[in-house]
């Protein structure tokens, strides 16, 4: 039976990314994202938003650039798949947790996608988004900060 185990999610960062290596030499990341969805109640016609926190782990070189190019509050795209483990505590009480190992990450500019303040102008694209940059050189297709990134 075939089956598909993929996730892309966009997001914020909820903490600043931790690398660690592991004894083989190999680059690990756990950061942590956190998605809203704002929804209109059908039975109230109330505005409501709720929250989804996801923990994140990154491998290898994709870790490394987690942990260069990211931080708090950054706006992130990833691809990437589930993790379901399981273990059993000091006390012997069986623990559960599901997250998500990123396996492509995307950079995004900071207010693309971010819901426009009443009042304000959008700050997100009017057209499509620009194609990625080739990835001739290590490194390349991650967004450099601009003057307008810089928030001081």
């Known amino acids: 039976?075939?089956?598909l185990n993929k996730v892309i999610l966009m997001g914020n960062l909820?903490?600043?990314?931790?690398?660690?290596y592991t004894t083989s030499g190999t680059a690990r990341t756990t950061f942590g994202m956190a998605m809203n969805r704002v929804?209109?109640?059908?039975?109230?016609g109330e505005r409501k938003e709720e929250v989804c926190f996801v923990d994140v782990?990154?491998?290898g070189r994709t870790a490394e650039i987690c942990g260069e190019?990211?931080?708090?509050?950054?706006?992130?795209?990833l691809e990437g798949r589930l993790h379901f483990y399981?273990?059993?505590t000091e006390t012997g009480e069986r623990r559960n947790k599901l997250s998500v190992v990123a396996e492509n990450i995307h950079l995004l500019p900071r207010g693309v996608g971010q819901a426009p303040v009443e009042g304000q102008p959008s700050r997100a694209p009017t057209s499509a988004p620009a194609a990625p940059v080739a990835e001739?050189?290590?490194g390349a297709?991650?967004?450099?900060e601009t003057e307008d990134d810089i928030p001081f």
């Open 57 to 59: 782990t990154a491998f």
């Open 14 to 20: 909820t903490r600043d990314p931790e690398v660690k």
């Open 141 to 144: 297709g991650i967004p450099t």
């Open 136 to 138: 001739e050189e290590e």
């Open 39 to 44: 929804y209109t109640d059908p039975q109230s």
């Open 86 to 88: 399981s273990w059993e």
């Open 69 to 77: 190019y990211l931080s708090k509050g950054r706006l992130l795209l």
């Open 1 to 3: 039976m075939a089956s």
